[in-house]
């Protein structure tokens, strides 16, 4: 079974410094990889996907994922952090099998960037 | 477009009621999947319809929950009896067949349900 794994409840960091948050996968077949945004009181919103290709990923308000076949990781990064990134981070994964889908999404990461 | 729509946006009630919670998927869309949210659970998938067949709905709680989509625009999930243990924020997503970039899930702005 897959399985998406979020090993920080909570990540501080600094405005302006480099942020990362960390997600690793399981997964039998081939990973498609997503990364999620979710502020107070909303729904989550998409930020952005590997599915093939370049394991360098940019996404929306200046984010990107780096995918890592070997060490099965799917880590989210921004080179400068800004006070609006606070947010609740959620890592998923998605299999299709038999032509339908099946998406687990980690535990979520409470991202706080302190002014 | 409006995005995915639920209602009601917040919902108390007392334990033993009915409780029934709704959602309309962006037009053209053929998944539709139900979450619950949880501090101590975090987010799980209660069900997932294709093309308005329930395809997985290992994820509902017990039996006091049932989900139908009876069309392509309409879903409801409904608990019956409900219990204090169900308060949580339900989503509702959907995604556009695969071929038209199926991956990416639009979530609504969900339910948040209090049952006292």
């Known amino acids: 079974a897959q399985s998406v794994a979020q090993p920080e409840d909570q990540v501080n960091v600094a405005e302006g410094n480099p942020l990362t948050v960390k997600c690793t996968y399981s997964?039998?077949?081939?990973?498609?990889l997503f990364w999620y945004v979710q502020y107070p009181n909303r729904g989550l919103q998409f930020l952005l996907k590997y599915i093939t290709g370049d394991n360098l990923v940019k996404g929306s308000y200046g984010f990107e994922a780096e995918f890592n076949k070997s060490q099965t990781s799917f880590h989210l990064k921004k080179p400068s952090a800004l006070v609006s990134d606070s947010a609740l981070y959620f890592c998923?994964?998605?299999?299709?099998?038999?032509?339908?889908?099946?998406?687990?999404f980690g535990i979520g990461t409470k991202l706080q960037v302190i002014p | 477009d409006a995005g995915v729509i639920q209602s009601p946006r917040h919902e108390v009630t007392e334990m033993g009621q009915e409780v029934t919670l709704r959602c309309k998927p962006i037009?053209?869309?053929?998944?539709l999947f139900w979450y619950r949210q949880t501090m101590m659970r975090g987010l799980e998938l209660l069900i997932y319809f294709n093309n308005n067949v329930p395809i997985d709905d290992s994820g509902m709680p017990e039996d006091r929950f049932s989900a139908k989509m009876p069309n392509a625009s309409f879903s409801t999930l409904k608990i019956q009896p409900s219990e204090p243990r169900d308060s949580a924020v339900y989503f509702c997503a959907s995604t556009p067949p695969r071929a038209g970039g199926g991956d990416t899930q639009y979530f609504g702005p969900g339910t948040r349900l209090t049952v006292l």
């Open positions: 997964v039998s077949g081939n990973p498609y």
């Open positions: 037009s053209g869309h053929n998944s």
């Open positions: 998923a994964v998605r299999e299709y099998s038999g032509g339908y889908q099946k998406v687990t």
